[in-house]
DNA sequence: ACAAAAGTGTTCGTGCTACACCCATGG
DNA sequence: CCATGGGTGTAGCACGAACACTTTTGT
C-alpha cells in the first residue's frame, strides 16, 4: 500500500541540479497540507498534527516537508495532490482536500524556481495510514524545523480550518463515521486550540442540521457513567453553515 | 498613462502558435477579475461591474476576457497582477488587490497548457481611469460571451466579495473616500445584489469600527432634504471584523 | 450509595432586523 | 407648510455562552 521505493525515486525529482534547462519556465509544484487529530501522548489530550518528511537530500536536508511535487502534463491540481499523497498514506484516509493559495516569490526555494499551489487535507481521527520511514506527523503546536516556506504554509492551512469550523461542516472529514459528542468536542478543542462547551457545541450543529443522532450508543468507560449517544454527519462533502453572519438579505 | 501599443503587442504573447517548445512546462499566467461598482445606465441604481477586453484573435476571437498574462521570471504573483493590469488601468485606481483560487484542468484553453491564478482587484466608484479601445465594463448580472473559463472565474470572485463585505472592511476598497450612509448603502447594494437597511448598515459599521464620522456634511439634492453627515473607513487594508460567527474562544 | 460521564433546561447577553418616529433642508 | 431625504429610538428575535440540574451507568 505504502511504496517507498516511489518515494525514494520522485526525492531525485525535487530538486535537479543537473540538465537545468534556463529557458524552461517555472516548475508548478503542489504541497498538501494534512492534518489529523491524534493522541500523540497517552493520556494527554490529541492534538492536531500535520503530515510531513524529512529530507534526506540537499537543500535544506534534514528539515521537515510537505508532502507534494512537480504537477504532471494530463492532471489538474487536485487530481496531482491526490497522486503525491499516494507516496505518503493511503489516500483513501483523506476525507477532504481544498485548495489554498499559491506562493510565488520568485526565491522561496534555492535552485530553479517552483511555484507552490497548497492544499488542505484531512484525515479522520480514526484512520491510521502507514507510513514510510521518513514521514511522521507531528503536532501543529511544536513543529519542528521546516523546510522553506513550509511553516508558512502549515499555520495558513491552520487559520482557514479553524475559520470553516465555525461556518462549514468540515469537521466530517476530521471525525469518525460514528461518533459521541465528547469525542466531537475533543477534535474541535485540538483543531481550534482552545475550549469548547459540549452542549454548545452539540446544539450548534444540531440547529444547523450539521449532524444527526443514529439512534444508537456506546457502552461506558470502565469508570461507568451514562452511556454516550451516537452521532453522524448528515452530510460527507463541505457544505456552508452559516453563510452570512451579518447582513443577511431580508426575509 | 494607458499604452496600448504595449497590449497590442502583449496579445501575441497570450498564445503563442509557433516556436512552442514541447519540452518546456506549462506556462503560468496570472488573471483579475477587477469589480467597481458603477452607474451603467443614467438614473438607474448602480452595478457591480467588471472590467473585459474583447479578444481580437483567435482562439476564441470576439469573445470577452479577463486581463492578464503571463507570470514573469522575477516577479511574484501579486506584482505580476499589478503588471498586467497597468496595460488596461491607471493601477493606483486598484485599492485591493487578493489571491483567488488557481485554474488548472490540463484543457482549459486550446493550444498550450496554462494555469491560471485568479485576483480579485478593486477599484473605488468614484474612480475614472481612462480605458483602451477594446476594453470595457460589463456588468456581473449581464455578462457578454466570455472567454474559456474566464464567465466561471468572476462568478467565484464575486462569491468571494459578498462574503467579505460580511466578516470584513472590504468596501473601503469599492467607496470613495468620502461618503454619505446612502452612498455606501448604495456600492453594498449593488456588490451583494440585495438590499440592504441604510440604518442597521451603519450601526453595524459603527459597532466594528469600520467607518468613522469626519464632521462633515454633504449638501442636500436639488428636491431638498436634509444634509448627510460624510464617513470615511479607519482603514486602507482589509481587516476582519467579526473573525467569530460562533465557537469562540471563552472569555 | 456514590462517582463519573452524558444529556437537558434556564438564564443571560449580544448583535442584527424592522419599523416607527424625529430632524433639516428646498421649493 | 409640505415633500424629500437623513438620522435616531426602540421592540423583538435569533443565536450562542455559561452553568446548574437531571439521567444513566459502573463499582
Known sequence: ????????STATDEHPRVGLDPAAGPVHEVLSVVFQVREQVAHRPAELCVLLWQR????????????????GDDENLMDSARRQLAEKVDVREVRH?????VFSEPGRV???RRIASTFLGLVPIDGDPRLPV????????????????????VSHARTRLAAKLSYTNIAFALAPTEFSMSTLRDIYCAALGYQVDTTNLQRVLNRRRVIESTGRTAP???TGGRP??????????????????????PG
Chains 1, 2 share one sequence.
Open 1 to 8: 500500500m505504502i511504496e517507498n521505493v516511489i518515494h525514494r
Open 56 to 71: 534526506a537530500l540537499a537543500p535544506a536536508r534534514g528539515t521537515w516537508s510537505l508532502p507534494g511535487g512537480r504537477l
Open 97 to 101: 482536500l481544498e485548495q489554498l493559495s
Open 110 to 112: 534555492p535552485g530553479e
Open 134 to 153: 521518513d514521514t511522521a506527523w507531528h503536532a501543529v503546536a511544536d513543529l519542528p524545523d521546516t523546510a522553506f516556506d513550509h511553516g508558512t504554509m
Open 220 to 222: 461506558p468507560g470502565p
Open 228 to 249: 454516550a449517544a451516537l452521532y453522524k454527519f448528515r452530510d460527507t462533502a463541505l457544505r456552508v453553515t452559516d453563510e452570512f453572519a451579518a447582513l443577511r438579505p
